[in-house]
């Protein structure tokens, strides 16, 4: 596997369900993030993670959770979920967290809450 | 705060044709300012970005923009279509100072016809 992935790649599940998405990169970077796509809305910038240390959290509800176990791996837990939650989840990599540093994506999960 | 707009949602060029995509950013100093390109399916890719420096700036696939300070803009050219390019584009501005947020507009859905 090269770059970055994602599973699942779709996944339906109603709000009393809990499952995590899965995001893991093979490029060596120390600093991943997840980002929520939504139609006709801007891409929103959830969470970053920089040497498994979480460094923003966007005003992000609850019913996310993420965990960072290592720097090629991240996770995003989700439980009692909204139908206004369905998108499509975006897992990205970055050699570093600053700007400077081009970020990498995964082809994303498509999530939808019934 | 920073923030992106695209005008054009939909956009359809035929193939050899040119292409100008707009993006128009709201940014307090000088930003740092981005092309990333969405095909069906697909994570984000990179095509261009601005930092400093020459105003025109060269991407992957024949791509180009360029920053107009005092237009607050950065239009993405191409001097001909490929089929191959039809894909959503999105305008993202990042700071040059703060961490690795970047703020992406609504995109572009571009259709190339034959």
């Known amino acids: 596997e090269t770059g970055v992935t994602q599973t699942p790649r779709h996944l339906v599940m109603g709000m009393t369900n809990k499952k995590s998405l899965k995001c893991e990169q093979h490029?060596?970077?120390?600093?991943m993030y997840w980002y929520k796509q939504s139609a006709k809305k801007p891409l929103e910038l959830m969470f970053v993670?920089?040497?498994?240390?979480?460094?923003e959290n966007n005003s992000v509800p609850s019913r996310f959770s993420p965990e960072c176990p290592n720097s090629s791996h991240l996770f995003l837990h989700l439980h009692t979920l909204q139908p206004e939650d369905s998108a499509l989840y975006l897992c990205?990599?970055?050699?570093?967290?600053?700007?400077?540093?081009?970020?990498?994506f995964g082809p994303g999960t498509r999530l939808t809450v019934t | 705060a920073q923030s992106v707009t695209q005008p054009d949602i939909h956009i359809t060029v035929s193939e050899g044709a040119s292409l100008e995509l707009r993006c128009n950013y709201s940014?307090?100093?000088?930003?740092?300012l981005f092309w990333y390109v969405q095909s069906p399916g697909q994570g984000l890719q990179l095509l261009l970005k601005?930092?400093?420096?020459?105003?025109l700036v060269q991407g992957i696939k024949g791509f180009e923009a360029e920053f107009k300070r005092s237009q607050s803009s950065f239009n993405l050219r191409k001097p001909s279509v490929h089929w191959s390019d039809a894909a959503e584009y999105f305008c993202?501005?990042?700071?040059?100072?703060?961490?690795?947020?970047?703020?992406f507009g609504t995109g572009t859905r571009l259709t190339v016809i034959p």
């Open positions: 990205a990599s970055s050699l570093g967290d600053s700007v400077d540093y081009e970020q990498y």
């Open positions: 490029l060596g970077h120390n600093a």
């Open positions: 993670y920089n040497f498994k240390e979480q460094t």
């Open positions: 940014y307090g100093a000088t930003p740092y």
């Open positions: 601005y930092f400093s420096g020459d105003t």
């Open positions: 993202a501005v990042g700071s040059q100072t703060g961490a690795n947020n970047l703020f």
